[in-house]
């Protein structure tokens, strides 16, 4: 499941997998092996019933039998941490609880009014070009600094936070050099709002009656940026492929008549941005739909397909159009649903209305999948409008770096080709279009 084979037809590699029934064995990296569930009945069996099916990875019998390197790149995915998304019982629940609350405070009116205030200073960057590249230039950076506001983040904490996000994601960069910074930023960020809180989401998980540790603040925060950003970029950049390439969306958004909304509903049930991933591990053998799970075997659903399981096909009709898994179910349900809806739907009206006459610029057969077994992501998303005259932002290369923005990964990030912006000072760079 880590190859170009598989990123750029998972499709057909589901279809095969469904003929060993509900559960397949893959292969995720080399030398880690793991059972998917793709049918869409036994994924929900399994999301549903905590007492057998539990996320510690520290139950993971190759793990803990030395079968698995440490260095194996899909092991920053499945480690253990002290975070709502890899505990059980009472720990996730008081863990889950803080992260909610603290959600939960996030006005849907004020997000749309911040998720238009970035997306609008994004496309200032490219509108005069006539041309961008909607993944790299759009949909990766949105996410960010969305978050950035979300999370209390001064200018310089903000802008080695985007760069730390941005360089565990991509492979072209130094995924060990971006850890470390985006470390070292959030214990700032936490250090900095034990000291000024504010009415952010960092101030609130600090202040929950759950009494987080700053370790635990930590390791909840590295949880909602991760998933706030990687699934929330693919699943804006699978929207906009949506409209641009596919026959049944393409030229709706000019003709007036499309539905942001139905779009995204189709990219979580056909393409969802995080397409396989919760992983469980079962406390003792179980059958799980004809196939036995061993205990301490790594296991994880396939939302993608699940939510494509033929099975469905006639089910659809009544279901539900949430009832995906695209969310996941059960006490592990994102809680962020419909902020990450909110702002996948924003980011892309905006951009449409600002770009109404907006296409692709390839041949849709040339756009490539990033590699990987975990998401659904195209590599970039060329595209060519009209150019439109709009409010200047200052441009990230021309923006000093923030103080000690690049220390602690021991290198300073150097400029994207033709003049892209530097991924350090995109923070502080939106604060200064804003105020000018």
Known sequence: MYGPEFAADPQAFYTHMRHYGTTAPV?????????????????????????????????WRDLNEGKVAPNNPVLPMLAYRPNALFTDGAEHMRLRQAVTDSLAGVDAHWLSRQVERVSSFLISQFSALGEADLLNDYAKMLPLLVFNELFGCSPSIGDRLAYGTSGIFD?????????????????????????????????????????????????????????????????????????????????????????????????????????????????????????????????????????????????????????????????????????????????????????????????????????????????????????????????MAATAPAAGAATTAGATPQPRPHAKPQRNSMWSSFLSWWKS
């Open 27 to 59: 292969e995720l990296a080399p030398g880690v092996d793991a059972t998917l569930v793709t049918d869409y009945s036994a994924a929900l069996q399994l999301l549903q019933n905590p007492d057998t099916f539990r996320k510690d990875s520290r139950r």
């Open 171 to 395: 492979a072209s960069m130094d995924a060990e050099k971006a850890n470390e910074e985006l470390s070292q930023a959030l214990i700032e960020l936490v250090a900095l709002k034990r000291r000024q809180p504010g009415d952010d989401v960092t101030s609130r998980l600090m202040a929950h009656p759950a009494k987080l540790s700053d370790e635990e603040m930590i390791h909840q925060l590295v949880m909602l940026i991760s998933a706030g950003t990687e699934p929330q970029r693919n699943l804006i950049a699978n929207g906009l492929y949506l409209l641009l390439c596919d026959e049944k969306h393409a030229g709706g958004h000019q003709a007036g008549g499309l539905l942001v909304e139905d779009v995204i509903d189709d990219v979580l049930w056909n393409s969802p941005p995080m397409a396989n991933y919760a992983p469980h591990y079962p406390v003792c053998d179980v059958d799980l739909g004809g196939n036995v799970l061993k205990a301490g075997d790594l296991v994880l659903i396939s939302f993608a397909a699940a939510n494509t399981d033929p099975t469905l096909s006639s089910a659809r009709q009544v279901l539900s159009k949430r009832a995906h898994l695209a969310w996941s179910a059960g006490p592990h349900a994102c809680p962020a649903k419909d902020s990450a809806q909110l702002i996948a739907v924003g980011a892309i009206e905006n951009l449409l209305n600002q770009l109404p006459d907006v296409e692709l610029a390839v041949p849709v057969e040339s756009l490539t999948w990033r590699p990987g077994p975990f998401h659904r992501a195209l590599t970039s998303l060329p595209a060519r409008f009209a150019p439109v005259r709009a409010r200047q932002a200052p441009t």
